[in-house]
C-alpha cells in the first residue's frame, strides 16, 4: 500500500528547487580587429549558419582526449550559438572590409551583392588546448563567379582558465575565420 506523500516534503522539495544555483552564462568577447582587406563586394548576406548538435546547443561543450564530447548543464552561453556566430561574423566581416554585411533576414532594400552560407562540421573547444573549427562555405553571386571552400582552422587557449577562455578562444576563432573568408571566398 502506498501512503500519501506528507505536504511537507512535497513543499520542501520545492523549496529546494527554487533555491537551485542559476546557470552561468558566458558572453563571446569581441577581438580587436586593426587590419582591413578587400572583398570583390560592396554588401555580403549571411544566409545560413548550420552548427553540429553540441555547438548549436546552450552548453559550453568541451572535446575529451578520447574524443567524447562533454558539457556541463550549469555553463552555458549568453546567446545562441547559431546566432551568435552569425552576428560575430557579421560584425568581424564589416570591420575588416568596409562593406554593408548584415545576417538574415536582409535587412535592406536592394539586395545584397553575394549570400554567404557556412556549414561547419565542428566548433569545440579540446582539453588539449586547442579551439578547433572545420567546414565548408558557399557564396552565391546573381552575376558573378560562385565560389565554395573548405576552412580548417584552430587557436590555443589555456585549458585550465575554464569557461572564459574557452570563450576569448571562441571569439577569435570567428574572427580568424572572418579573416579567411574574406581572403578567400569573397575576394
Known amino acids: 500500500m502506498t501512503l500519501p506523500t506528507p ?3 512535497v513543499l520542501g522539495t520545492l523549496a529546494l528547487t527554487a533555491c537551485a544555483a542559476a546557470p552561468d552564462r558566458y558572453v563571446i568577447p569581441a577581438p ?3 587590419d582591413q582587406q578587400r572583398i570583390a563586394f560592396r554588401s555580403v548576406e549571411i544566409r545560413k549558419i548550420s552548427l553540429p548538435a553540441y555547438a548549436a546547443s546552450d552548453e559550453i561543450a568541451q572535446q575529451g582526449a578520447d574524443g567524447r564530447v562533454i558539457s556541463d548543464g ?3 552561453w549568453a546567446d545562441t550559438p547559431e546566432r551568435a556566430v552569425a552576428l560575430e ?3 568581424h ?3 575588416l572590409t568596409g562593406a554593408r554585411v548584415a545576417s538574415e533576414p536582409w535587412p535592406f532594400e536592394t539586395f545584397a551583392d553575394a549570400r554567404l552560407e557556412l556549414r561547419f562540421e565542428s566548433l569545440i573547444a579540446g582539453e588539449d588546448g586547442q579551439f578547433r573549427t572545420n ?3 558557399f557564396v552565391a553571386v546573381e552575376n558573378g563567379r560562385e565560389r565554395s571552400g573548405l576552412f580548417n582552422l584552430a ?3 589555456d ?3 575554464g569557461p572564459q577562455s574557452i570563450a576569448a578562444a571562441r571569439g577569435q576563432i570567428i574572427l580568424d575565420l572572418a579573416r579567411y573568408l574574406a581572403a578567400n571566398g569573397l575576394r
Do not use: C, D, H, K
Open 159 to 161: 585549458p585550465t582558465g
Open 135 to 137: 567546414g565548408q562555405y
Open 93 to 95: 566581416l564589416s570591420r
Open 7 to 9: 505536504i511537507w516534503i
Open 155 to 157: 587557436v590555443p587557449f
Open 74 to 76: 550549469g555553463l552555458l
Open 32 to 34: 580587436q580587429i586593426a
Open 89 to 91: 561574423l557579421s560584425r
